[in-house]
């Protein structure tokens, strides 16, 4: 994760949050990973890692459902980053489409939602393939790269729980 983390920061400063300047020193990392561990096993979060085929123990992506809520909304945020050598050969919309598969096989979730700042082209085509809807814009929705950014929001429902 460390590395993945290293090798992708820059090309994801754009979309993140400023991160201290320790972010990616190996305690920091460990503690991250132990949390959610522990997220995962309370089902309030999943987080997924995953890797090409041809090299399995380089991880390329990651892909996240954060704020898992029971109860009336069975629903959570889904949260997905690329290494940039892996951007535009499919991995990120497949990984987005098996996440989704488990939110509602696995955790029988009805609803994932996704936000993304609206000039972050490549997102955007992500989830519009992975069969998101957009639902609406909310203004200065969170802190990225240092300023409240704008995000689209996207959703998709499992319309197996009609």
């Known amino acids: 994760m460390r590395d993945f983390g290293l090798r992708s ?91 989704v598969r488990i939110a509602f096989e696995e955790l029988a979730l009805h609803r994932v939602e996704a936000n993304v700042i609206p000039r972050n082209i490549r997102s955007v085509a992500v989830l519009e393939r992975s069969g998101f809807s957009r639902e609406g814009l909310s203004s200065r929705y969170l802190h990225i790269a240092g300023a409240w950014e704008d995000h689209e929001r996207f959703a998709i429902i499992n319309e197996a729980m009609r």
């Open 9 to 99: 920061r820059e090309f994801h400063a754009p979309w993140d949050p400023v991160r201290p300047a320790d972010y990616w020193a190996l305690p920091q990392v460990a503690e991250r990973l132990r949390v959610q561990v522990d997220e995962a096993q309370r089902q309030a979060s999943l987080c997924l890692a995953f890797s090409d085929m041809n090299d399995p123990a380089r991880i390329i992506g990651v892909s996240n459902l954060r704020n898992i809520i029971r109860g009336a909304m069975l629903g959570c945020h889904l949260g997905y980053a690329l290494a940039p050598e892996a951007v535009g050969r499919g991995y990120m919309t497949e990984a987005v489409k098996r996440t």
